[in-house]
C-alpha cells in the first residue's frame, strides 16, 4: 500500500507561483512513474504533468506547458510541482498519483487508469 500526501496548496493571486509537494511512503518510490491530475468544481479530472521513475521523461498538459515544472527527488521520495503564472484556470484540487505496475524508466503517463495511487488532494484558488 502506498501512502501519497500532497502539501503546499493555498490562496494567490493571478500571477503568483505555488510549489506543491508529494511525499511517499515507499521506499521503492524511485521505481514508481509519478504524475500530477487536477480537478475543478463540476468537471473532469484532468491530466497536468507527469515524470517517468528514471526523472527524465516529463510531459506536460498544454494548457499549463511553459508555466509548471514536475520534478522528483528520489533520495527523498517526493515528487513536486513548480507552477508559475497561475491563473483562475488553474484553480482546482492537485492529486499527485503513483503508478506501482510495471514500467519503462523512459515513459510517463497522462491517463488517470494508468495509475494506482492517489493522493487525497490540496487545493489551490487563484484570485483574479
Known amino acids: 500500500q502506498v501512502q501519497l500526501v500532497e502539501s503546499g496548496g493555498g490562496l494567490v493571486q493571478a500571477g503568483g507561483s505555488l510549489r506543491l509537494s508529494c511525499a511517499a511512503s515507499?521506499?521503492?518510490?524511485?521505481?514508481?512513474?509519478m504524475g500530477w491530475f487536477r480537478q475543478a468544481p463540476g468537471k473532469e479530472r484532468e491530466f497536468v504533468a507527469a515524470?517517468?521513475?528514471?526523472?527524465?521523461?516529463?510531459g506536460y498538459a498544454a494548457s499549463v506547458k511553459e508555466r509548471f515544472t514536475i520534478s522528483r527527488n528520489s533520495a527523498k521520495n517526493t515528487v513536486s510541482l513548480q507552477m508559475n503564472s497561475l491563473n483562475p484556470e488553474d484553480t482546482a484540487v492537485y492529486y499527485c498519483?503513483?503508478?506501482?505496475?510495471?514500467?519503462?524508466?523512459?515513459?510517463?503517463?497522462?491517463?488517470?487508469?494508468?495509475?494506482?495511487?492517489w493522493g487525497q488532494g490540496t487545493q489551490v484558488t487563484v484570485s483574479s
Open positions: 515524470i517517468g521513475w528514471g526523472g527524465h521523461a516529463t
Open positions: 498519483a503513483a503508478r506501482t505496475r510495471t514500467a519503462s524508466s523512459l515513459i510517463y503517463y497522462t491517463r488517470t487508469n494508468e495509475y494506482d495511487y
Open positions: 515507499e521506499r521503492t518510490f524511485s521505481t514508481y512513474p
